[in-house]
C-alpha cells in the first residue's frame, strides 16, 4: 500500500538516495583542479563559485523525500568544514561511493560494523604514512592545492602563516581593494562562541562587533541595572559592547537583543576548561589590558577571536615567562600541558586578517571561498601532518598487502576521488614529486563523516515526511 506522506523499504531508500546523488553529483562537477564552477541564482543576484560547499548549500528539489538525501550530504559537508575546514567535497564524493556501493546489502547493520572496522585500519595504515610539514615550500604546496592550483593564493596563505606561526590566529573577510592584502595585530581566541543567535549580524552566521568594549564577570550576570549602565557608556562612546559571564539572566539577553539596532552587542559564555576557568580570564583581562578594549572581535558558534587589543605588556609578559619555564617542566599531564600550550600560544601567535579582493563581487566570492579553503587546509597541515595528494593515498593505503576479497571491496570505493581527479596512473611517490599534499586531518576527518554519513541512509527503512505542528505543540 502507498502512502502519500510515508516511504517503506526500497521505496525509502531509493527517494532518499536519489537527493544524495543529485547533490553529491553537483559537488563531483566542481572537484579538483579540473572542476568546472558552478552558476547560482539567488534573490541576491548571481553568485558563481566552485567551492563544494557553496554548491551543496545551494541544491534543493520539489520532492520532500528527494530533499531529505540532500539534507544528509549538506549536513556532511557542515560537519567536515567543522571538523577539518577542508575536504566538503571529499567527504560528499566518498558518502555517495559507499552508500551506492552497500545500498543492496542483505544485512546492513553487519554491513556498516564490518565497514566501521575497515575504516579504522585504514586511518591507522595513513597514520604511520602521513609526513610532518617541514618549511615554508610545504605550506605553499597545501595551499595551493585546496586552492584549486592557485599559485597567487597559495603564496598568499603561506606568507601569512609563515609569519603568524604554527598556533597563530588567520581570519579572513572582503576587501574594498581589487588586490589582496593582509594585516597583522595583537590578539588573541577563546573556545567560547555567541550564547544566542539573536546577535548573529553578517552572512555567514557571525557577529562582528568593531571598537568594542568588554565586559568580564566571574560570576552569572543577573543585574539588568548595571547591564543598562554598561550599554548606556557604550552608546556615548559610540563603540560596541560584549559580556563575558559563565551564565546570562534571560532578561538581559532580552534588553540587549532588543536593541541591537541602537547598539551593536553580544553575549558569550565564560572558556569552561574544567578547574581552569579562573586561570583563563586572568588571562583574558591582561590581554586586554586596563581598557578592557579590542579593535575588532569575531564571535562564531565556536570560538571568539579578539583583534587589535590595549594588553597589560607588564602582565603579558610575566605570564609568558611562567608559562614557558612551567611547560619546560615537561612533567604535566597530557590535557594540562595542552592546554597550558594554547594558553602560551595566545599571548605569543600572532593574528592576520586577510583581505580578499576582485574585480567583481561575484569574483571575490569565488576567491574568498578558495582562500577560506587554502587557510584551513594549511592549519589542518601545521597540526596533523600531511599525505600524498591526489587521491593516491586513499588508492594505495594497503597496496601490495594481502587482504580479504570483502576489504578490497572497500578498498576499490577508497579510489573515487582518484577515478574523478583521473590520477590512476600516479602513485604516492608522484605527488610528493609533484608537491601535490594533502592534510592528514582532512582525510581522516572525510572518512570518518562518510562512513557515519552512510550509516545514516543505508539503516534507514522508513522515510516519514511530518506536515503538521506535532512538535512545535508539545
Not at 64 to 76: A, E, K, L, S, Y
Not at 355 to 375: C, I, L, W
Not at 428 to 441: A, H, V
Amino acid at each position: 500500500m502507498k502512502y502519500a506522506n510515508v516511504l517503506f523499504g526500497k521505496d525509502c531508500q531509493d527517494k532518499v538516495i536519489e537527493g544524495v546523488n543529485l547533490c553529491a553529483n553537483a559537488v563531483a562537477a566542481t572537484f579538483g583542479p579540473n572542476g568546472r564552477n558552478t552558476l547560482i541564482r539567488t534573490n541576491g543576484g548571481l553568485l558563481i563559485t566552485k567551492d563544494g560547499y557553496h554548491t551543496a548549500m545551494m541544491i534543493n528539489d520539489p520532492d520532500p523525500f528527494v530533499t531529505m538525501g540532500i539534507d544528509i550530504i549538506q549536513n556532511i559537508c557542515k560537519k567536515t568544514a567543522k571538523d577539518a575546514a577542508d575536504g566538503t567535497s571529499s567527504s560528499a564524493i566518498m558518502a555517495q561511493a559507499i552508500i551506492n556501493k552497500y545500498r543492496n546489502s542483505d544485512n546492513p547493520i553487519k554491513t556498516l560494523r564490518t565497514l566501521q572496522g575497515f575504516t579504522s585500519k585504514v586511518i591507522k595504515e595513513l597514520e604511520k604514512k602521513k609526513k610532518t610539514i617541514t618549511g615554508y615550500n610545504d605550506l605553499v604546496k597545501v595551499a595551493t592545492v585546496s586552492a584549486n592550483n592557485d599559485p597567487e593564493i597559495g603564496k598568499l596563505v603561506a606568507d601569512t602563516f609563515q609569519h603568524v606561526g604554527k598556533e597563530g590566529i588567520v581570519t579572513f573577510q572582503e576587501s574594498e581593494d581589487v588586490k589582496d592584502h593582509v594585516d597583522y595585530s595583537e590578539g588573541f581566541r577563546i573556545d567560547s562562541g555567541y550564547s544566542s543567535p539573536y546577535f548573529i549580524n553578517t552572512p555567514k552566521g557571525n557577529c562582528e562587533l568593531e571598537n568594542v568594549k568588554v565586559y568580564i564577570s566571574d560570576t552569572k550576570m543577573d543585574e539588568v541595572k548595571k547591564v543598562i549602565e554598561l550599554a548606556d557608556n557604550a552608546v556615548k562612546s559610540k563603540q560596541s559592547l560584549l559580556l563575558i559571564a559563565p551564565e546570562f539572566d534571560s532578561e538581559i539577553l532580552v534588553f540587549l537583543s532588543q536593541n541591537l539596532e541602537l547598539l551593536k552587542s553580544c553575549t558569550v559564555l565564560s572558556p569552561n576548561h574544567r578547574n581552569y576557568r579562573e586561570i583563563m580570564l586572568k588571562d583574558m583581562r591582561a590581554l586586554l589590558g586596563e581598557s578592557s578594549f579590542c579593535k575588532k572581535v569575531i564571535i562564531t558558534k565556536e570560538n571568539t577571536t579578539f583583534l587589535g587589543c590595549e594588553s597589560n605588556v607588564e602582565e603579558v609578559n610575566k605570564r609568558i615567562n611562567d608559562l614557558r619555564l612551567l611547560l619546560a617542566e615537561n612533567n604535566l599531564p597530557e590535557y594540562d600541558y595542552a592546554f597550558h600550550k594554547k594558553r602560551l600560544a595566545n599571548f605569543t601567535a600572532g593574528i592576520a586578517t586577510v583581505y580578499v579582493g576582485g574585480y567583481s563581487k561575484v569574483e571575490m566570492r569565488e576567491r574568498y571561498d578558495r582562500v577560506e579553503d587554502a587557510v584551513g587546509a594549511t592549519y589542518g597541515a601545521l597540526q596533523s601532518g600531511v599525505l600524498a595528494g591526489g587521491g593516491t593515498s586513499l588508492a594505495e593505503v594497503f597496496a601490495n598487502k594481502k587482504v580479504s576479497s570483502e576489504f578490497a571491496e572497500f578498498l576499490d570505493v577508497l579510489k573515487t576521488p582518484q577515478r574523478l581527479l583521473h590520477t590512476e596512473d600516479k602513485s604516492t611517490k608522484d605527488m610528493y614529486k609533484e608537491g601535490i599534499i594533502e592534510p592528514f586531518l582532512v582525510t581522516k576527518t572525510v572518512l570518518e563523516n562518510a562512513i557515519s554519513t552512510a550509516s545514516l541512509v543505508l539503516t534507514a527503512d522508513v522515510a516519514i515526511l511530518n506536515m503538521s505542528n506535532f512538535y512545535n505543540e508539545q
